[in-house]
């Protein structure tokens, strides 16, 4: 079973904050998500990645950043968190390729609230 | 450019009866991919089912159907037997070249099962 991990179920921050959120897969994917999940949006793409030290913009990027050093690790930054940002984040990896379905397996989210 | 429409927020079946949940798309891509993820109240979300733009055939996985109607830009999920488990959100999500090999997501609907 594809295994995806993140490094907190809920964390609360302060605005202004650096705020790290790590995500880990087991299963060699290629392909790495971040999203946030805000009730009546359904999930938003900001950052993904393809390849190691590779990364792209999703929809809504601004106020993130992202790291992707080793192939199963890709954490989420927030530069200095703000009230806006509380959210649900939801990792995801996929094992990538253009003729697969390249199905997406999540971690179970980490939901942060920015004070 | 893609677009995944859920119109229905919240539905409600009784127990041991079937639903169907609704799930409309737009793109102009050829060659796409449809998927419904489900997400428990624990956070997860979890993968139900597949379906390609070419596929003959509707997808089935167990008690999930796809009832995927090109022409008409629909891909409704079909919960035969519901169970008080199923109680969840459910996802309808799209990926194809359009969209980058992003994938995108819509609203979402919450279901709920009655004992």
């Known amino acids: 079973d594809v295994k995806v991990t993140q490094s907190s179920r809920y964390l609360v921050k302060r605005t202004g904050e650096k705020v790290f959120l790590e995500c880990v897969q087991d299963?060699?994917?290629?392909?790495m998500f971040w999203y946030r999940q805000d009730p009546g949006l359904g999930l938003r793409l900001i950052y993904f990645?393809?390849?190691?030290?590779?990364?792209e913009k999703g929809d809504i990027p601004e106020g993130y950043s992202v790291s992707r050093e080793k192939k199963e690790r890709f954490s989420l930054i927030l530069e200095s968190a703000s009230t806006n940002q509380t959210s649900m984040y939801l990792c995801?990896?996929?094992?990538?390729?253009?003729?697969?379905?390249?199905?997406?397996?999540f971690g179970p989210g980490t939901r942060l609230t920015v004070l | 450019a893609q677009k995944i429409t859920q119109t229905q927020p919240g539905m409600f079946v009784q127990e041991k009866e079937a639903v169907t949940l609704d799930c409309t798309y737009d793109?102009?891509?050829?060659?796409?991919?449809l998927f419904w993820y489900k997400q428990p109240s624990s956070g997860e979300m979890i993968f139900l089912i597949y379906?390609?733009?070419?596929?003959?055939q509707n997808a089935t996985e167990g008690r999930y159907s796809l009832n995927f109607q090109k022409a008409r830009k629909s891909a409704n999920l079909v919960i035969s037997a519901s169970q008080l488990g199923d109680s969840a959100m459910y996802f309808c999500?799209?990926?194809?070249?359009?969209?980058?090999?992003?994938?995108?997501f819509g609203a979402g609907t919450r279901l709920f099962v009655k004992a």
């Open positions: 995801a990896s996929s094992l990538g390729g253009v003729a697969v379905p390249d199905t997406q397996y």
């Open positions: 299963m060699d994917h290629e392909n």
């Open positions: 990645s393809y390849d190691v030290k590779m990364k």
């Open positions: 793109t102009s891509d050829p060659s796409y991919g």
């Open positions: 379906q390609g733009s070419y596929d003959q």
């Open positions: 999500a799209m990926r194809g070249i359009d969209g980058g090999f992003k994938t995108i």
